[in-house]
């Protein structure tokens, strides 16, 4: 197949604070989410100036991405857009559109296949040529890549380093905790999000001799009465102190950058926990720019450009499709409200 762009494509995140409240609006439009959650997660950003660190880490990946490909001789330019915040996909298509584009490959910021995780982004690039309309580029996401080698690689680099800062001596009986977003149960049981999650927070655990480790869960944003994925890392926080284990590492395995979910959920509010507790809490670093990571999506892209029928993974589950099936990670289905008791 002939490609002649890349398409960077990330959640976006705002930038200032005049920005955080119409960037919340964009991400939860359509959804059941409180208000007061909203304004919650509007203060999370309030700490720190109103600017999330998605943005200026995209940039970082984009430049290594840049300078990884032409390195290796792959002479395609690469352009950025968001879902839900400037530059935005529908903008970026557009330009795209007018540089003569005609087909691309999308790189999405989502390790793993769930509804938000990879059918919306599908979506959202179908809506975004919609938008454009005649002559926008065709554009096709690369597969998903949690059991892939250069993620893996880099996830147990990180791992190893958080690690490697506990003594010698109590670097046995250290528990590990692999943290993700958590989703609502139906969306998880329309998509292998979970057991994707088991298998590689599995391959990080085995390449780096850890016993002792469980997968959890972060950020939920619905209602109470919605169920959710869980243990929560908090909860599961407070468990690991009732067990006496004076030493824990969290790697946030679910993402693949430190954005605020990561530094807000685990270095804000799971380290207070942990400090509350007398636990020493150790926080490993997301893929972010390390260098197996790069190369990971250099050999993504390649993949197709070169139709490869082999491609790399680890483990027993195999390699994701290059096109997901059109049922699979559907919309969830919102539940119907229970009637009211009480009378008009």
């Not at 997301?286 to 450009?305: D, N, V, W």
């Amino acid at each position: 197949m002939q490609y002649d762009a890349v398409l960077f494509v990330s959640f976006g995140g705002p930038e200032g604070k005049d920005d955080v409240m119409p960037f919340l609006e964009n991400v939860l439009r359509g959804k059941n989410v409180p208000l007061q959650r909203m304004k919650e997660v509007a203060h999370h950003y309030d700490l720190f100036g109103g600017v999330s660190p998605l943005n200026g880490q995209n940039r970082r990946l984009i430049s290594a991405i840049k300078e990884d490909l032409k390195k290796n001789g792959i002479d395609l330019p690469v352009y950025w857009g968001n879902r839900n915040w400037h530059p935005m996909l529908t903008d970026t298509v557009r330009i795209m559109k007018d540089d003569g584009v005609k087909r691309a490959l999308a790189f999405v910021t989502s390790a793993y296949g769930s509804y938000s995780g990879c059918r919306q982004y599908l979506e959202d690039i179908d809506k975004a040529r919609n938008e454009v309309g005649e002559d926008a580029p065709v554009i096709d996401k690369l597969r998903v890549f949690y059991n892939h080698p250069g993620f893996i690689e880099a996830n147990v680099a990180h791992l190893n380093e958080s690690l490697n800062a506990i003594p010698a001596e109590r670097r046995k009986s250290v528990h590990v905790a692999f943290t993700a977003h958590s989703i609502p149960l139906s969306m998880a049981e329309t998509s292998d999000y979970e057991a994707q999650l088991l298998e590689a927070s599995r391959l990080v655990a085995v390449a780096c001799d850890v016993s002792d480790w469980n997968l959890v869960f972060q950020s939920r944003s619905g209602p109470a009465t919605q169920p959710w994925l869980e243990p929560d890392i908090l909860d599961h926080m407070r468990d690991v102190a009732h067990r006496k284990i004076k030493d824990v590492v969290i790697l946030p395995i679910g993402f693949v950058s430190d954005h605020m979910e990561v530094i807000y959920d685990l270095d804000t509010e799971a380290s207070s926990v942990a400090g509350k507790a007398g636990i020493n809490m150790e926080r490993a670093s997301t893929a972010g720019t390390h260098p197996a990571f790069i190369k990971m999506i250099r050999q993504l892209i390649s993949e197709r450009l070169n139709d490869a029928e082999e491609k790399l993974c680890s483990g027993e589950r195999g390699a994701a499709p290059n096109v997901c099936h059109p049922d699979c990670c559907p919309r969830p289905v919102r539940p119907v409200p229970a009637p009211s008791n009480t009378s008009a």
